[in-house]
């Protein structure tokens, strides 16, 4: 079935394909250039959980490509409300739209609406589970950011700093990675918001080093990328408490400059708690040329639409057209 529920998904070979159709939406995304690829196509946005980046984006990449959107946010404005099963839900909707995009907050529920209908599925979020379309368009910007600068993903040095129990960016994140040669992976998280063990397991199975720690000044030494995420207090079921989790955890310009090298990136998948006093990425990094928070939101146009255009099966005759049209 075309759709995108987990990163497990992917070999590199399929990531480097989908990439390629990325580098070819860019000038659409930028405006430069239109198509009606999709008209006629309608995209069904279900967002079961507050979003902007990825509703909005995934909305805006089906537009670009020239179809429409219907969505509807959170329980209230669905008759999920009322009592409906995931399985109604998805047999009603496959037949209004040509595709469906679903944030849910519980684990596996994506993969339970997919289940039910033959449309293209896309997992946007499933509770602490994966964000594959995230994790995707993290990778394809840290890939831009190190061509610019004649580095490669192999052998690099990435810290994960935050909460990495119920961040699912870095879940998806982390086994996209580990498909990539001889990394280094830092991960610095207070004791109770560790990464699950079996994503440790795995990264390590796939010959890569692994190091945790709870010292943000350690954990960042020596980064090539660094991507921070927000606590996810939302999730907290387990009694979690966020001792230790001290205002040193922030990442600040004055740690940054101390720690980080002048080529280091710093990501986030946003949003941030931007609050002062945050454990989360600064606001005083905002002019700092390495925070390449904003090109990481920009490069998620041309991601969703490569991942609309591939499972819906209109890649090459975008890419023909583009070529038609001398880009
Ligand atoms: N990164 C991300 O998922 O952001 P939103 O929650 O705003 O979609």
């Not at 390629?20 to 690829?37: L, W």
């Not at 079961?48 to 404005?77: K, M, Q």
């Not at 339970?112 to 995230?134: L, Y």
């Not at 995707?136 to 990495?164: C, N, P, W």
């Amino acid at each position: 079935k075309p759709q995108l529920l987990s990163v497990a998904q992917f070999d590199r070979g399929s990531l480097e394909d989908l990439f390629h159709v990325a580098d070819v939406m860019q000038p659409i995304a930028r405006r430069q250039k239109v198509t009606r690829i999709l008209e006629g196509a309608v995209l069904g946005s279900l967002f079961f959980e507050a979003s902007t980046r990825t509703r909005v984006s995934f909305g805006a990449a089906f537009c670009r490509l020239g179809g429409t959107v219907c969505d509807t946010t959170g329980f209230t404005f669905s008759s999920m409300a009322k009592g409906e099963s995931i399985y109604d839900t998805s047999r009603v909707m496959s037949g209004y739209v040509d595709a469906l995009v679903v944030r849910h907050p519980e684990q596996g529920s994506v993969a339970e609406f997919a289940r039910a209908t033959n449309i293209p599925v896309i997992n946007a979020g499933d509770g602490p589970g994966e964000h594959p379309s995230q994790a995707i368009l993290d990778l394809y910007t840290i890939q831009r950011e190190f061509s610019r600068m004649g580095k490669l993903v192999d052998g690099t040095h990435v810290a994960m700093v935050g909460d990495l129990k119920y961040g699912r960016t870095v879940h998806s994140l982390i086994r996209l990675l580990s498909l990539y040669r001889g990394l280094k992976f830092t991960l610095v998280a207070p004791p109770s918001l560790e990464m699950p063990a079996y994503l440790v397991e795995l990264v390590a199975r796939n010959g890569h080093v692994i190091e945790q720690t709870s010292s943000l000044a350690q954990g960042l030494r020596g980064a090539d990328v660094v991507y921070a995420t927000r606590v996810q207090k939302e999730r907290f079921a387990n009694g979690e408490t966020l001792e230790g989790y001290t205002p040193e955890f922030q990442v600040c310009k004055a740690l940054v400059d101390a720690a980080c090298k002048p080529d280091t990136i710093l990501m986030h998948p946003l949003p941030r708690d931007g609050r002062p006093g945050a454990n989360d990425l600064s606001v005083d990094l905002n002019h700092d040329p390495r925070l390449a928070i904003f090109r990481q939101t920009d490069n998620g146009i041309p991601v969703r639409m490569a991942l609309f255009a591939v499972l819906m099966g209109v890649e090459q005759q975008v890419a023909r057209s583009m070529r038609d049209a001398g880009w």
